[in-house]
């Protein structure tokens, strides 16, 4: 049994050490999605497809099938992942070093032993190459600390994003994790139609993108790039004039402009006195930044208790 120190809360994981694995638990999560994908009711947006942060690891919430539902988990304390349907049978894979390949193999014979058929896109999206995974051995390592590591982190950050989701009462989207690119995401929307998006994600359909962006949104998530140890980030869409040159908080926090959004290192939270705090204060201040920017009606869109 793991203890929970004050350390794990906001654990440290170099993102240059662990990249292997990430690499090959990013393609395992796109095979376990696609699943989702495959078998829940469409949603605005593509909220249908994410996965979600569990007391265990990642998880993709009850989705139905012929005969009743099933739910996948990525569990990150005893590394297995766990298939469990209605009819009270399930099936368990353990979490080791293997290749893409081997871990595709396995969950799909243990779809076919538990009597559920789901045909899913054979191949990854948003990532370049796109490796099928039926060939996939180029991607095989697995290492536990660094996957214990990486769901603490998400931890923090669901925790921390769902702090921040309930001073909004408008259209705003669950905090939940896009397997695409592998991100822990929180969007709000303005209520307003958006340009229509340009697309041009690697090995995504256009018009996924044009359903993803199809309205005015703020959003802000984590993800484990663009710093030593991951980044909190925040991007508006379509962008406001000036929102790059917009001061934002904490100071650590840029604007990157190669990939047009704000970014504050995870570094920089994990070593702050009060780090929920420091990340609220990214958020907040990213979001004004797209809101004020974008001539959003905040008086109707936020909460404030004053007046409640």
């Not at 925790?159 to 921040?164: A, G, K, P, S, T």
């Not at 359909?205 to 984590?222: C, K, N, P, Q, R």
């Not at 100071?251 to 290192?265: M, N, R, T």
């Not at 780090?275 to 936020?302: C, H, I, K, N, Q």
């Amino acid at each position: 049994m793991r203890s929970t120190s004050p350390n794990q809360l906001w654990p440290v994981l170099r993102v240059d050490e662990w990249t292997d694995t990430r690499d090959t638990l990013h393609m395992w999560t796109q095979i376990i999605g696609k699943l989702r994908l495959a078998r829940a009711p469409m949603v605005n947006h593509w909220w249908n497809v994410p996965l979600y942060v569990s007391a265990r690891g990642l998880t993709t919430s009850a989705v139905p099938y012929e005969h009743g539902v099933f739910d996948i988990e990525f569990d990150f304390i005893d590394h297995e992942l766990h298939i469990r349907i209605s009819t009270g049978a399930r099936h368990r894979i353990n979490l080791e070093p293997k290749s893409v390949a081997a871990f595709y193999a396995e969950v799909m014979a243990a779809l076919n032993a538990l009597g559920i058929t789901i045909p899913i896109l054979g191949r990854p999206v948003e990532v370049e190459p796109a490796i099928p995974f039926a060939e996939d051995t180029t991607h095989a390592t697995y290492d536990r600390d660094h996957a214990y590591a990486f769901w603490r982190q998400l931890l923090a950050a669901d925790r921390v994003l769902n702090r921040f989701r309930e001073s909004f009462i408008g259209k705003a989207s669950p905090v939940h994790f896009f397997w695409g690119a592998m991100d822990l995401a929180y969007t709000r929307f303005s209520g307003r139609p958006a340009p229509v998006h340009p697309g041009g994600a690697p090995n995504c359909a256009d018009w996924v993108m044009v359903e993803g962006y199809s309205h005015e949104l703020a959003s802000t998530g984590f993800w484990p790039g663009g710093s030593a140890e991951g980044s909190f980030y925040a991007y508006a869409y379509p962008e406001p004039a000036d929102y790059a040159q917009t001061p934002i908080r904490p100071e650590a926090g840029y604007y990157d402009s190669a990939i047009h959004e704000f970014l504050l290192p995870y570094e920089v939270v994990r070593t702050a006195d009060d780090p929920e705090a420091t990340v609220l204060e990214f958020l907040r201040s990213t979001y004004t930044a797209a809101a004020d920017g974008g001539g959003w009606d905040r008086e109707r869109l936020e909460v404030h208790p004053a007046a409640t």
